[in-house]
């Protein structure tokens, strides 16, 4: 710790300077569980795909320590997942590499997505489909998926 130097404060001290964007900078868990919500209500996920993401992301909170901000990036990227591909557990090889390609070649807002955005969607799905793999839950061999790339 620290010695205490005279005229200097700890950082809770210090009054907190807002931004004028500060709203956009907000991070709060429950906007990952809307989005599971939203998208389970409207089809997008399946009741077993929203138990699947709940747990990953759950164990990389306890095995991680991720933070509130990336659990929720992690569980937007899996419910985007699903406009690509099927529901987790019955994908096949054939279709997760035709998602792929639907991914590079799709557009946001009249914009293909940037490259950072299909490298990080693709990670994000390899760690998943390894965790669903190690837990029984999917038939994939874990050979085939550690290789993809973006």
């Not at 997008?44 to 306890?62: K, M, W, Y």
């Not at 659990?71 to 699903?82: E, G, H, Q, V």
């Not at 096949?92 to 009249?110: D, F, M, Q, R, S």
Request: aromatic share 10%; with cysteine.
């Amino acid at each position: 710790m620290l010695a205490h130097t005279p005229g200097m404060t700890s950082c809770s001290s210090l009054p907190v300077q807002h931004s004028p964007d500060r709203a956009f900078h907000l991070v709060k868990p429950e906007y990952g569980a809307h989005t599971l919500a939203r998208a389970q209500e409207n089809g997008q996920l399946t009741d077993e795909d929203v138990g699947f993401i709940r747990v990953f992301v759950a164990e990389l909170e306890s095995t991680r320590n991720i933070g509130v901000g990336r659990a929720n990036k992690i569980t937007f990227a899996l419910t985007s997942w699903r406009k690509f591909i099927g529901p987790y557990r019955m994908n096949t090889l054939p279709e997760l590499y035709a998602g792929i390609a639907l991914l590079k070649a799709a557009c946001i807002k009249g914009r293909p997505y940037k490259q950072n955005t299909i490298r990080d969607y693709l990670l994000f799905l390899k760690r998943f489909y390894r965790g669903l793999i190690e837990n029984g839950l999917s038939d994939l061999p874990r050979a085939k998926i550690d290789p993809l790339r973006a």
